[in-house]
C-alpha cells in the first residue's frame, strides 16, 4: 500500500511565470508579456486580468516598463535558476516541472533556425537538473505562443502554426533529448475556451469571418495535429521517452440531485475532458461533434489530420487540480470563482481568498475517475494553494497551505491505493511566481518566499517557508509522514 518506490515527488513552474528576462539574450515577445496587472480590479475578477484588445496589445508593446507587465519580470528564474534548483533539491525533489519559452528559441516563430542563446539557457537548466539528479518534466507550450503569430496569423486558427510548432518541438526534442524523458506539449489543453490568447495566441479583435467560439475549435484541432505530430517525433528522437496530455480537471458536482442539476453537470464534465479524449483516444468524441454539429460550429480539418490524431496519442495523462465546483439549473445559484471559471458555490466546502473552492475528496475522484477512463499513468502536474502569505521575522508561517497539501495527499495516496497508476506529483509552485491568470504576485503558492511585491518592488531574496520544512519531510517519507 502507499506510493511506488519510484514516486515522482517535486513542483511545477511555467517558464512566463518565472524566468523575467523577457527581451535578454534574444528572446521574442510571448503573448504573456503584454498582460497586464491591475491593481484596481479584485482579486477575483480574472477575466480583467486576461482580457486582450488589440489596441492594448499595441499599447503594451510601446511600453518597454515592466511594472504592470508582470510577467516580463517573473522572479528572474531566468538568472537565479542554480539558487532556486538548489533549494528544491533541499526539499528532495527529484522531479521538476518547467516549460521552455518559444520566443528563446524561434522568438517570432518564423525562423527557420533556432536562436543559440535561447537554447543554450535551457541546456544548463536542464544539465544542471540532471547534476543535481532532479528529473526534468518539460512542456512545450505552456500558455507562451509568440505574440508575433498571434498578431500575423491570429494563432492557432491558422494551420501554418502548426508546422512551425513542430519544427520548434523537433528542435527540442534534438537538443535535449539526452536530458528529458518526461515531456508535456499543451498545459491545460482544455483551456483555449477560457482563455483563447493566452492558450493559442486568439486575438478576439481578429476573429472577423468566424466567432471567437469557433475560432477556439479551429485552432484545437490544429494542437491536437501538432500535439500528435510531435508525439511521433518525440518517440523517433527519443525512444526512451514519454509524452502526455495535459488536462485542467475541473470538476463538477450537481449543486442537488434533481435531474435537470445532474444533466448539466454531465454536460460540463464532458466538455472538460473533451479535449483529452481526443489526445487519449485518438479520436473526437461522437457527442463532441453533435454538439459542434448543433451549434453550426463548423471547421477545416486536412484529409489525413484525423488519421495522425488516431495514430499517435499520448503515453500518460498528466492535469492539474486545485478545486472544485458545482452546476445548477437555478439561474439563481450562487456563483464562485475558481480556477478561470466560474461555478456554483458548494455549501459543503471552504474556498481561498480568490473563491476556489477547497475540495481534497475531489482529487480522489477525480484520480478514480481519470484511470479508469483513460486507463493510463497518470501524473499530476499541478496542486496547490494560492494564499496572503504575511512575511514576518524572515519566514512565513503558512499552516493553511500545510492543511491543504496534507488533506489533498491523503486523497491522492488513498486513490493510489485503490489501484490508481499514479507516476508522480508536482505542486503548483514550489515557489512563489507571477499567477497566470491575475497577473498577481501577491497571489503565494510557493514553499519559498520570494520578496517582491506586484508592482515588482523587492529584493528578490528567497526564503524557506514553514510548508518547506514539512514538504521535505513528507518527500522523505515518500508520503507515509504527513503530520
Ligand atoms: C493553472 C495554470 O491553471 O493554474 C498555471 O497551468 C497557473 O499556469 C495555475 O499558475 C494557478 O493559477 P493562478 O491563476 O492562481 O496562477
Not at 439561474?331 to 456554483?344: F, I, K, M, S, W
Request: aromatic letters at 14%.
Amino acid at each position: 500500500m502507499g506510493l511506488r518506490d519510484d514516486f515522482l515527488w517535486g513542483g511545477a513552474l511555467a517558464a512566463n511565470q518565472c524566468e523575467g528576462a523577457y527581451d535578454v539574450d534574444g528572446k521574442g515577445l510571448s503573448v504573456e508579456d503584454v498582460l497586464t496587472y491591475k491593481p484596481d480590479t479584485s482579486n477575483t475578477d480574472y477575466k480583467k486580468h486576461i482580457a486582450v484588445t488589440l489596441e492594448g496589445i499595441r499599447e503594451a508593446m510601446n511600453d518597454k516598463d515592466n511594472t504592470y507587465y508582470p510577467k516580463r519580470r517573473g522572479i528572474d528564474f531566468y538568472h537565479h535558476y542554480k539558487e532556486d534548483l538548489a533549494l528544491f533539491k533541499e526539499m528532495g525533489f527529484n522531479v521538476l516541472r518547467v516549460s521552455i519559452a518559444w520566443t528563446r528559441i524561434y522568438p517570432t516563430g518564423e525562423e527557420e533556425t533556432p536562436n543559440e542563446k535561447g537554447l543554450a539557457f535551457y541546456e544548463d537548466l536542464f544539465k544542471e537538473m540532471r547534476r543535481i539528479g532532479i528529473e526534468p518534466l518539460v512542456t512545450l507550450h505552456h500558455y507562451e505562443p509568440p505574440l508575433a503569430l498571434a498578431l500575423k496569423y491570429n494563432g492557432w486558427t491558422d494551420r501554418r502554426v502548426i508546422d512551425m510548432f513542430v519544427r520548434y518541438a523537433k528542435t527540442c526534442f534534438e537538443y535535449y533529448g539526452k536530458y528529458v524523458k518526461y515531456w508535456l506539449t499543451f498545459n491545460e489543453v482544455d483551456s483555449i475556451f477560457r482563455h483563447p490568447f493566452t492558450t493559442a495566441g486568439i486575438i478576439p479583435d481578429q476573429c472577423k469571418e468566424r466567432s471567437v467560439e469557433e475560432c477556439c475549435y479551429q485552432a484545437l484541432h490544429h494542437q491536437f495535429v501538432g500535439a500528435a505530430l510531435a508525439a511521433k517525433l518525440c518517440h523517433e528522437i527519443i525512444p526512451d521517452a514519454q509524452i502526455g496530455c495535459m488536462l485542467t480537471k475541473l470538476i463538477t458536482y450537481p449543486r442537488t440531485c434533481a435531474p435537470e442539476d445532474v444533466y448539466l453537470t454531465q454536460k460540463k464534465n464532458l466538455k472538460n475532458m473533451f479535449a483529452s479524449d481526443v489526445m487519449m483516444f485518438g479520436e473526437y468524441p461522437k457527442l463532441i461533434l453533435k454538439e459542434m454539429e448543433n451549434n453550426g460550429i463548423s471547421i477545416d480539418m486536412a484529409e489525413d489530420d484525423l488519421d495522425i490524431i488516431r495514430k499517435y496519442p499520448c503515453d500518460y495523462l498528466s492535469f492539474s487540480y486545485y478545486m472544485s465546483m458545482a452546476e445548477s439549473a437555478d439561474p439563481n445559484a450562487e456563483r464562485t470563482p475558481g480556477n478561470t471559471v466560474l461555478g456554483v458555490k458548494n455549501p459543503y466546502l471552504e474556498a481561498s481568498d480568490w473563491g476556489w473552492q477547497i475540495d481534497p475528496e475531489g482529487l480522489k475522484i477525480s484520480l478514480i475517475e481519470l484511470y479508469d477512463r483513460y486507463k493510463k499513468p497518470l501524473f499530476i502536474v499541478e496542486n496547490g494553494f494560492g494564499a496572503k502569505d504575511v512575511f514576518e521575522d524572515g519566514t512565513v508561517h503558512d499552516p493553511y497551505r500545510v492543511d491543504y497539501f496534507r488533506k489533498h495527499f491523503k486523497a491522492m495516496i488513498e486513490a493510489v491505493d485503490e489501484g490508481v497508476d499514479l507516476l508522480g506529483y508536482t505542486s503548483w509552485a514550489p515557489i512563489d511566481i507571477i499567477s497566470a491568470s491575475s497577473n498577481q504576485m501577491s497571489k503565494r503558492y510557493g514553499f519559498i518566499y520570494v520578496d517582491q511585491d506586484d508592482l515588482g518592488k523587492g529584493t528578490l531574496k528567497r526564503y524557506k517557508k514553514d510548508s518547506f520544512y514539512w514538504y521535505k519531510k513528507v518527500i522523505e517519507s515518500n508520503g507515509k509522514d504527513l503530520d
